[in-house]
C-alpha cells in the first residue's frame, strides 16, 4: 500500500515537472527575440504548482543591461577582455567582426568573489538563497554597437540555469538582478576613464 502511494506521488510530481518544462517551451517561444527597450529586460514567469514543493516560479528570459559611453566601439573593444578578467569570467567567444565577446555556458560559483545570490535568484530553501547551494551554469555575453548619438553601446546578455547539487532534480532558469548586466558596463567605463 505504501508503495503504491509512493508511486502516485512520484507520477504526479513528474507530471508537475513535465508541465513546467511545456510552459517553459511554450512561453520561450512567444518570447521576443529583440533587444527590448534600454536596461533591464522584465523576464517573463509562470507559476506551477508542484506536490510537495509548493509554487514554483519559472523565468523563460535572460536578463538583459544595456549602457551607452562615449567612448569608440574600437577602443572599448581592446578594453572588454580585460574587463572579463576583473570579473573573473572565463573567454570562450570572441568574434571581433560582430564586437561579441563571452562565455556561452560555463560552471560558476563567485564572481568578483560574490556568491551567486547577488547577481541570480532561484529560490530559497531551508539553508538561504538556492543560487549559493545549487550548480550555476552561467552564459554571459557583451556585444558592442556604434550608438547613434556616438560613443558605444554595450549590451550584456546574461543567462542562469540552476540544478541541485546533491540530489537528482530539473535544471531551471534563474532570474537575474540585473547586477552583472550592468556591472560589465560599469567596469568598461572605469577602465576606458569615463567613470563610474
Known sequence: MTTSVAA???AKHTAHIALALMIVGTLGAC?????GTPGRATPERAMVEAD???SIEIFTQPGVGERTIQVASADVWEILP???EKLQIPVTLSDPGRKELGN???RARRIEGARMSKY?????GMRG???DEYNITLSVVTRLTDAPEGGTKILTTVDAIGRPRA????????????????RVAQVVAEMSGEGS
Open 31 to 35: 518570447a521576443s527575440s529583440g533587444p
Open 52 to 54: 510537495g514543493f509548493g
Open 104 to 106: 556561452r555556458g560555463y
Open 129 to 131: 538563497a538556492l543560487a
Open 82 to 84: 580585460g574587463v572579463y
Open 120 to 124: 541570480f535568484r532561484c529560490g530559497a
Open 8 to 10: 502516485r506521488r512520484a
Open 167 to 182: 540530489t537528482s532534480g530539473n535544471p531551471f532558469r534563474c532570474e537575474s538582478t540585473g547586477v552583472l548586466e550592468l
